[in-house]
Protein backbone atom coordinates (compact mmCIF):
# COMPACT_ATOMS: atom_id res chain seq x y z
CA UNK A 1 0.00 0.00 0.00
CA UNK A 2 1.54 3.58 -1.03
CA UNK A 3 -0.16 6.49 1.00
CA UNK A 4 0.67 10.15 1.01
CA UNK A 5 -0.73 13.46 2.81
CA UNK A 6 -1.46 16.52 0.38
CA UNK A 7 -2.17 20.19 2.40
CA UNK A 8 -4.30 22.38 0.75
CA UNK A 9 -5.79 25.64 2.10
CA UNK A 10 -9.13 25.91 0.11
CA UNK A 11 -9.38 28.94 -1.68
CA UNK A 12 -11.79 32.13 -2.29
CA UNK A 13 -12.47 30.93 -5.30
CA UNK A 14 -13.04 27.26 -4.49
CA UNK A 15 -15.80 28.20 -2.65
CA UNK A 16 -19.60 28.70 -3.44
CA UNK A 17 -21.71 32.12 -2.24
CA UNK A 18 -22.43 30.23 1.27
CA UNK A 19 -18.32 30.33 1.18
CA UNK A 20 -18.49 26.07 1.44
CA UNK A 21 -16.30 24.53 -0.72
CA UNK A 22 -18.22 23.87 -4.61
CA UNK A 23 -18.55 20.31 -4.64
CA UNK A 24 -16.54 19.81 -8.15
CA UNK A 25 -13.46 21.11 -6.60
CA UNK A 26 -13.29 18.22 -4.51
CA UNK A 27 -12.55 15.96 -7.51
CA UNK A 28 -10.01 18.66 -8.16
CA UNK A 29 -8.28 18.32 -5.10
CA UNK A 30 -7.92 14.41 -5.71
CA UNK A 31 -6.34 15.71 -8.54
CA UNK A 32 -3.73 17.18 -6.55
CA UNK A 33 -3.10 14.71 -3.99
CA UNK A 34 -2.70 12.24 -6.81
CA UNK A 35 0.08 14.02 -8.78
CA UNK A 36 1.88 14.66 -5.70
CA UNK A 37 1.44 11.12 -4.59
CA UNK A 38 2.87 9.95 -7.77
CA UNK A 39 5.73 12.83 -7.74
CA UNK A 40 6.56 11.42 -4.01
CA UNK A 41 7.44 7.83 -5.43
CA UNK A 42 9.22 9.06 -8.68
CA UNK A 43 6.77 8.79 -10.92
CA UNK A 44 5.31 12.68 -11.87
CA UNK A 45 3.06 13.05 -14.75
CA UNK A 46 5.55 14.47 -17.00
CA UNK A 47 7.36 11.02 -16.89
CA UNK A 48 4.70 8.89 -17.24
CA UNK A 49 3.83 10.61 -19.98
CA UNK A 50 7.92 10.73 -21.28
CA UNK A 51 7.48 7.32 -21.07
CA UNK A 52 4.17 6.98 -23.82
CA UNK A 53 1.59 5.90 -21.19
CA UNK A 54 -1.50 8.32 -20.63
CA UNK A 55 -4.09 7.69 -17.82
CA UNK A 56 -6.86 8.91 -18.61
CA UNK A 57 -9.80 8.50 -15.48
CA UNK A 58 -12.55 6.35 -16.79
CA UNK A 59 -14.42 6.31 -13.23
CA UNK A 60 -14.87 9.15 -10.06
CA UNK A 61 -16.80 9.05 -7.03
CA UNK A 62 -16.88 11.45 -3.99
CA UNK A 63 -19.25 10.92 -0.97
CA UNK A 64 -19.45 14.20 0.92
CA UNK A 65 -20.30 14.10 4.39
CA UNK A 66 -19.67 18.29 5.16
CA UNK A 67 -18.15 20.70 3.37
CA UNK A 68 -14.77 22.43 3.99
CA UNK A 69 -15.21 26.27 3.99
CA UNK A 70 -13.08 29.06 3.09
CA UNK A 71 -9.75 29.38 4.57
CA UNK A 72 -9.52 26.15 6.03
CA UNK A 73 -6.55 23.69 5.93
CA UNK A 74 -7.47 20.01 4.36
CA UNK A 75 -5.54 17.47 4.17
CA UNK A 76 -6.05 14.75 1.19
CA UNK A 77 -4.58 11.02 2.12
CA UNK A 78 -4.34 9.28 -1.21
CA UNK A 79 -3.57 5.75 -1.40
CA UNK A 80 -3.33 2.77 -3.73
CA UNK A 81 -4.23 -0.51 -2.07
CA UNK A 82 -3.19 -3.01 -5.24
CA UNK A 83 -0.98 -3.14 -7.71
CA UNK A 84 -2.30 -1.88 -11.33
CA UNK A 85 -2.42 -4.33 -13.91
CA UNK A 86 -4.61 -1.89 -16.64
CA UNK A 87 -5.99 0.24 -14.43
CA UNK A 88 -5.15 1.98 -11.12
CA UNK A 89 -7.89 2.84 -8.43
CA UNK A 90 -6.36 5.54 -5.95
CA UNK A 91 -8.79 6.00 -3.39
CA UNK A 92 -9.09 9.39 -1.48
CA UNK A 93 -9.86 11.11 2.25
CA UNK A 94 -10.33 14.53 2.71
CA UNK A 95 -9.82 16.04 6.20
CA UNK A 96 -10.36 19.19 7.65
CA UNK A 97 -7.42 20.07 10.02
CA UNK A 98 -9.81 20.06 13.33
CA UNK A 99 -11.24 16.79 12.79
CA UNK A 100 -10.61 13.37 12.52
CA UNK A 101 -13.85 12.37 10.48
CA UNK A 102 -13.05 12.76 6.95
CA UNK A 103 -15.29 15.57 5.45
CA UNK A 104 -14.94 13.90 1.50
CA UNK A 105 -14.54 10.18 0.70
CA UNK A 106 -13.87 9.06 -2.91
CA UNK A 107 -11.95 7.27 -5.63
CA UNK A 108 -10.24 7.68 -9.04
CA UNK A 109 -9.91 5.12 -11.59
CA UNK A 110 -7.74 5.12 -14.22
CA UNK A 111 -7.03 3.45 -17.35
CA UNK A 112 -3.33 2.88 -18.79
CA UNK A 113 -3.11 4.33 -22.88
CA UNK A 114 -0.75 4.13 -25.07
CA UNK A 115 0.03 6.99 -26.22
CA UNK A 116 0.54 6.35 -29.68
CA UNK A 117 -2.29 4.68 -30.62
CA UNK A 118 -4.75 5.39 -27.82
CA UNK A 119 -5.47 1.61 -26.69
CA UNK A 120 -5.61 0.65 -23.49
CA UNK A 121 -2.41 -1.49 -22.50
CA UNK A 122 -1.42 -3.28 -19.27
CA UNK A 123 0.94 -1.08 -16.65
CA UNK A 124 4.12 -0.67 -17.72
CA UNK A 125 6.95 -2.93 -15.70
CA UNK A 126 9.06 0.21 -14.52
CA UNK A 127 5.75 1.71 -13.01
CA UNK A 128 4.83 -1.63 -11.25
CA UNK A 129 8.59 -1.74 -9.96
CA UNK A 130 8.26 1.26 -8.70
CA UNK A 131 5.04 1.27 -6.99
CA UNK A 132 6.31 -2.15 -5.69
CA UNK A 133 9.37 -0.52 -3.82
CA UNK A 134 7.36 2.57 -2.83
CA UNK A 135 4.91 -0.34 -0.97
CA UNK A 136 7.79 -2.04 1.33
Keep these: MI ?3 TEIRVRYADTDQMKMVYYGKYFEY ?6 ELLRSIGLPYSEIE ?10 AYAKYRRSA ?11 VDEMPVARIRITYKIFDERDEEPLVEGYTVHSFLNAE ?3 PTR ?3 QFLQILQDASR
Design 50 to 59: KSGIFLPVIE
Design 69 to 79: RYDDLIAVVST
Design 117 to 119: TGR
Design 30 to 35: FEQARS
Design 3 to 5: RHR
Design 123 to 125: APA
